[in-house]
């Protein structure tokens, strides 16, 4: 293992682990995914939310990815005290009213800022801007269509 990859940290470290295992359970449920899955969506969601917390860009979570922020919103008294917490203030949803037009740069400007926070990413819940979350990055011709998150 290099140097680099004990310094990378992830999501989950940023909840405990009883809160992380009730998240991806509420995921696995809704979204009808398996544990392992889950439990890597709601890892990146929770590392998005601390970048992005950190940023004041227009970054988005993926279409893979968005599921885990909601779930996390959904819980309610634990997101806004988390959010507290961590931030000093809550992080708010706020779902582009129209549906936005960005080519892929939007999801690998996204990526790099998780990256750069420090964060392990995984890619295949990032994917193309096919898969991107569509009001956020789509426009490349790329075949996303209408929708939001």
């Known amino acids: ?36 899955r889950a439990e890597h969506v709601m890892d990146q969601a929770l590392a998005f939310l601390h970048m ?14 968005d599921p885990g922020w909601h779930a996390f919103m959904l819980h309610t008294r634990e997101y806004a005290a988390w959010c507290q ?15 936005q037009l960005f080519d892929g740069a939007q999801m690998r400007a996204t990526v790099a800022a ?5 964060f392990v990413v995984d890619h295949d819940l990032w994917g ?16 996303c269509g209408g929708g939001g998150s």
Request: proline share 6%; glycine share 10%; charged share 25%.
């Open 52 to 65: 992005s917390a950190h940023r004041n860009e227009g970054l988005s979570p993926s279409q893979a990815v």
């Open 1 to 36: 293992m290099t140097a680099l990859a004990t310094e990378l940290r992830s999501g989950r470290q940023l909840v405990d682990g009883d809160l992380f295992d009730r998240l991806v359970r509420f995921i696995v449920q809704e979204e009808k995914v398996t544990a392992e």
């Open 128 to 143: 193309t801007t096919a898969n991107c979350n569509p009001p956020a990055c789509c426009g490349d011709g790329g075949g």
């Open 114 to 118: 998780i990256e750069e926070a420090g």
């Open 85 to 99: 917490e961590q931030f000093g203030r809550f992080i708010h949803h706020n779902p582009f009213a129209e549906p």
